[in-house]
């Protein structure tokens, strides 16, 4: 059954002011897992309430309700929860929703990440809602001072030409806009499908061949790398670096892990 504003205005007699900048949330929502984890490294973690399914980092938010999924957002149960925020991101919830829930006085924090700068710029905009917000301060610095560490270090690395694969079937990669593409730009390397005029190709076996990459870089582990190399063999035998899934396709702090695995890892191929 359709949920009217009515219905909303009964689940939620008491309509919320609206947090201003520098008031710290008391009741806080996240509805994605990379947000979870900003959340948690600019301080808000003891202010969160509920999350997104998959929120699993820290292991501190396995233990919180769960009011989203793919499927959508729980609206009726995200309301009778009472948050004063909700950290949400455009390209994964759905707006009407949003609007739905903006529409009660709940304040919308809105964590659309774009590149690698903006996990650092993320943390910083967190810090007017942190009851810490030295310490989201301090993450975004750390972040950033990181980022210009691996930047240095490997500036003058031997460009290798790299395939970014993701899945098999379809065959995914990335072009020059996602974040994993910069990931792949700090450590020297070049993505052999940048400058693919959508942000996630399907490409074909033959496309990747006449590139010529040097090596793949997939998210996973032992055995999806197994699982590449059957899937390419005998036509390809370049190295196959496997990182680890949460790190590399998760826009938040750890895809620096990401970051320094695989710059280490390309600079051992010979």
């Not at 504003?5 to 990379?34: D, E, F, G, K, T």
């Not at 759905?94 to 709940?106: E, F, N, R, V, Y």
């Not at 072009?175 to 400058?195: H, K, W, Y």
Request: hydrophobic residues 45%.
């Amino acid at each position: 059954m359709r949920v009217t504003a009515l219905l909303l205005a009964l689940l939620y007699p008491v309509l919320v002011i609206p947090l201003s900048a520098c008031h710290a949330a008391q009741r806080v929502i996240s509805l994605a897992p990379h947000i979870t984890e900003l959340a948690y490294a600019a301080g808000l973690g003891e202010r969160l309430i509920a999350v997104s399914a998959h929120s699993d980092y820290p292991p501190a938010a396995q233990q919180l309700e769960v009011v989203a999924s793919w499927q959508g957002i729980k609206l009726e149960r995200i309301v009778a929860l009472k948050p004063d925020l909700i950290l949400a991101w455009r390209g994964g919830n759905p707006q009407k929703t949003l609007d739905q829930l903006a529409s009660l006085g709940i304040t919308i924090f809105y964590l659309d990440i774009k590149n690698i700068d903006d996990i650092a710029q993320s943390l910083d905009r967190l810090a007017q809602y942190s009851p810490h917000p030295e310490q989201a301060q301090q993450a975004a610095q750390q972040f950033r001072q990181q980022i210009d560490e691996l930047t240095r270090r490997y500036a003058n690395s031997a460009l290798r030409r790299v395939f970014l694969q993701f899945g098999t079937q379809p065959l995914l990669t990335s072009s020059a806009g996602s974040v994993q593409n910069q990931v792949l730009a700090l450590c020297g390397a070049a993505n052999i499908f940048a400058d693919s005029r959508v942000p996630w190709p399907q490409v074909s076996r033959e496309q990747v061949l006449l590139r010529h990459p040097e090596a793949i870089v997939i998210a996973g582990g032992e055995q999806q790398i197994a699982n590449v190399r059957a899937f390419w063999a005998p036509q390809l035998t370049v190295p196959v670096i496997a990182l680890h899934e949460d790190w590399f396709n998760r826009a938040g702090p750890r895809i620096i892990l990401a970051a320094q695995s695989l710059c280490r890892q390309l600079a051992e191929i010979d």
